[in-house]
Nanobody, 123 residues
Framework: VQLQASGGGLVQAGGSLRLSCVNSRRTSSNNAMGWFRQAPAKEREFVGT????????SYSDSVKGRFTISRDNAKNTVYLQMNSLKPEDTAVYYC?????????????????WGQGTLVTVSS
């Protein structure tokens, strides 16, 4: 397994969770990383992305201002801090490693995917 996501769980609306994704690939610090999510019966959607050096970070409009992406290249880990969670944030969250170093919202720019971690937000 090259990408291992963790940190999901059940939380009440308004609460917080922090997801982690460890990238075991040798050159992982050179790649952009992204977070995506997929709710039941919905398409996978972009959540946020961070370039290899964290100089570029972007988010989907639905999470902007509530979620924060960061990375620690020394630990080959990327994080997704999720605050003010809403029931509509309920989904399986996936981390992904990009083909290149620059941040991207396109799933086609990601070549390695983690197994996903379930986040459930109760109302």
């Amino acid at each position: 397994v090259q990408l291992q996501a963790s940190g999901g769980g059940l939380v009440q609306a308004g609460g917080s969770l922090r997801l982690s994704c460890v990238n075991s690939r040798r050159t992982s610090s050179n790649n952009a990383m992204g977070w995506f999510r997929q709710a039941p019966a919905k398409e996978r959607e972009f959540v946020g992305t961070i370039s290899w050096n964290a100089a570029t970070i972007s988010y989907s409009d639905s999470v902007k201002g509530r979620f924060t992406i960061s990375r620690d290249n020394a630990k080959n880990t990327v994080y997704l801090q999720m605050n003010s969670l809403k029931p509509e944030d309920t989904a399986v969250y996936y981390c992904a490693a990009g083909r290149r170093s620059y941040a991207s919202a396109r799933t086609s720019d990601y070549v390695y995917w983690g197994q996903g971690t379930l986040v459930t937000v109760s109302s």
